[in-house]
């Protein structure tokens, strides 16, 4: 579709021109600009309200975005005086999908014609596989090459929480939906232990074949090395593993020669003289809607403060989420919108309620899924009515399934001598109460509410991906896949980062691919904005916890899934 140039790009387009000419009079010599790389790396930046005088504490810096990654690179790429970028990789923390989306952006940025170098100071598994999208990887002399392959475990607490008379009481569908496991087991079960095989297996080939491909080894080589860690950077650099030894201080000469060292600059003092890309925009843009962390009931809210809690402290709320999801469906500007999972599921209820309105919005204009580190159970469901579905290849998805049950405290009371007093009205009073296991009865009922939960995801799945309850029962049953392997199974239609997501969403809505189309957040309507509780107080998200907890069907994949290199 033909769009006409926005009077706004013509005198920004025109500022930009006379200004990039004057940048390139002025500055004439920039070869290389250092970008560190550490931290998290959050898909996109969405600044936190925090209302007067709160806002006046010296809260942390953000931390780097994805988003702002590729717009750096982006610019990068746009100036012709630049030879390259230099990657100073230390301290990531990153998880495997979001290091997918990075090594995409590397890729891309060399498709410009433009060098991307990485220096390395602490060589582990995942920070080496970023580095490899480079055209050269360095390291200094005293760097060990740590690279060790991948760990995966499993803490089981039935026998320890017997020990303080704690009973997990709890029932999945199906044999791969072992979120409760943790509580209610001793140890992993066979499909358990066959699926975290499987994903192991993926994301290790993943990574081998990007190192191969990247080293210009072969993947045998590649396990063979692996296998072999420690290996001191000489011993590396022996094995194609580096391509030179240096430290930080020697980069200018390494990168050019000692007669004529490179121009390095860093990133602070090099962005005041870089050029800036001309750009033509489209009239409309794509909205995005982010879902992290656990789903649950009413509004989003995240803890002022991170928490040490082996869980996901950011909530994703029904109420924020379809308030969103309705003001994009509203707002004329957006052609189409993006929706980004980043979240393990958490209740079933706000995930249907979540799942309405996305269905409800594909029918007004194009929505396109975008899985990050994880969207799975409750996370892929709210996933299915999208037109289209991308992931990152080391995307935990899948687990299609559901569970339910309660903590039995009885023992616990009677080891310390407390009695308990219990006047109840209806017999159904104490179905969910810790004072009792279930009765078979009880049982019973519990199991049938489950089978309803989940007939009702496979449906929604089956709908949404086009298949017969069989189908989706083949590739369900709780089990979760890597986005490589969810590809293979027909619930992701093809694997690709955010950029890739707006680009699809984009094609769907006929906007002219010659354009820049931007990308926004999309907000909740103003009237709504006080329900959405950010950043919140400790009570905040504490409620929203203990309404998760108090909800009688959880579509919640086992968040313990970490997967270390």
Known sequence: MVEWILVSDLFRNAGRLVANRLQLIRRGKLDYVLLPVSGSYPERFCPTRRRFPVSLLPWPTAPASVEVFAANLDRLAADPRLKGVVLLISGLTAEPATLTSLRDTILRFRQSGKRAVAFLSDITMWSYYLATACDQVLAPESAVFRAAGLWSETVFLKDTLALAGIRADFEAIAEYKVSPDVWRRSKMTGPHREMLESILDSVYDHVVERIAEGRGLSAKKVRKLLDSVPLTAAQARQDNLLDDICYEDE?????????????????????????????????????????????????????????????????????????????????????????????????????????????????????????????????????????????????????????????????????????????????AAGLYAD?????????????????????????????????????????????????????????????GDLCAAAAAAKELAGMDPRRHTISINVQAPRKHQLAQALPGTPNDWLRGLLGLLGEGLWALAPWDIRIRG
């Open 251 to 427: 980069l200018p000469t390494k990168l050019g020669a000692p007669a004529a060292p490179a121009a390095v600059l860093p990133w602070e003092q090099a962005g005041r003289w870089l050029i800036r890309p001309i750009r033509w925009h489209s009239r409309r843009a794509i909205g995005v809607i982010s879902v992290e962390g656990l789903i649950v009931s009413g509004p989003s809210r995240r803890p002022p403060l991170p928490l040490p809690l082996p869980l996901p402290t950011t909530q994703a709320g029904s109420d924020t989420i379809v308030q969103q999801l309705r003001a994009a469906a509203r707002d004329k500007h957006l052609a189409a919108v993006v929706l980004h999972v980043d979240s393990p599921g958490g209740s079933a209820l706000a995930a249907d309620l979540i799942w309405r309105e996305v269905r409800n919005l594909a029918r007004t204009k194009p929505v396109v899924a975008y899985m990050g580190n994880r969207a799975a159970s409750g996370g892929y469901y709210i996933t299915a009515p999208a037109q289209s579905i991308l992931a990152e290849p080391l995307t935990l998805t899948g687990s299609i399934g559901i569970w339910s049950g309660k903590f039995v405290t009885r023992e616990l009371y009677q080891r310390a001598d407390a009695v308990r007093e219990v006047v109840s009205r209806g017999k």
């Open 435 to 495: 004072a009792a296991p279930f009765s078979d009865d009880e049982r019973a009922r519990i199991r049938a509410d489950l089978g309803q939960g989940y007939a009702r995801f496979k449906a929604r799945v089956a709908e949404g991906r086009h298949k017969s309850d069989d189908e989706v029962e083949a590739v369900g049953r709780g089990r979760v896949w890597t986005g490589s392997q969810a590809v293979e199974q027909g619930l992701v239609d093809e694997l």
